[in-house]
């Protein structure tokens, strides 16, 4: 599709845009919260785990969360996104004249698009994959969200093989999600 002609008073603006990014982005934790905290302590006791369970984080990191309850018992999960990544990412954008106006872990979306599927009352772990000619990558998710923040990669040529040898070990997945060209 062809985009219309800027015009010389758009060259001055900055467009705000709303980034999903990749995994390799964040720093992710899930941390068990406890009955005593409130809904409106929730903020707080959120940033002193951070701080908690990464003490190299920066004040101005930034961090989104997900909230969920299974079995009784409430748990977030934290995607965090440290300011040296967001200065290289800032740093990006200003060559395209764009400025962030939030950014979002595409675990959190993809999560979304399947997670209306999932057995809340079972102890499932989903290996999701994307696909295409040459690589599949993707992740481990349980009912509850993202469950580790290593990405998976698996040669496309290599899928069957791979997939044989983890189903012998403890990551093994109970259910295989498939996007892309294989799916």
């Given at each position: 599709p062809s985009f219309p002609p800027r015009r010389s008073s758009d060259l001055d603006k900055k467009s705000t845009v709303s980034l999903l990014l990749?995994?390799?982005?964040?720093?992710?934790?899930?941390?068990e919260i406890p009955l005593n905290v409130s809904e409106d302590s929730l903020p707080v006791f959120i940033k002193k785990e951070i701080h908690k369970n990464r003490p190299e984080t920066h004040i101005d990191d930034q961090y989104v969360y997900s909230i969920f309850t299974n079995r009784g018992k409430r748990f977030v999960n934290i995607f965090i996104l440290p300011q040296q990544k967001q200065q290289e990412i800032n740093t990006l954008l200003r060559f395209?004249?764009?400025?962030?106006?939030?950014?979002?872990?595409?675990?959190?979306?993809l999560y979304a698009s399947f997670q209306h599927t999932l057995?809340?009352?079972?102890?499932?772990?989903?290996?999701?994959?994307?696909?295409?000619?040459?690589?599949?990558?993707?992740?481990?998710?349980?009912?509850?969200?993202?469950?580790e923040d290593a990405i998976v990669r698996i040669p496309t040529p290599e899928l069957i093989g791979t997939l044989k040898q983890i189903s012998k070990t403890d990551k093994k997945p109970t259910r295989l999600i498939l996007s892309g060209t294989l799916s």
């Open positions: 990749s995994q390799r982005f964040w720093d992710f934790l899930r941390i395209f004249d764009l400025t962030p106006k939030a950014y979002y872990p595409e675990a959190l979306f057995n809340k009352k079972k102890e499932e772990r989903v290996l999701f994959l994307d696909s295409n000619k040459q690589q599949c990558t993707g992740y481990y998710f349980d009912a509850n969200g993202l469950v």
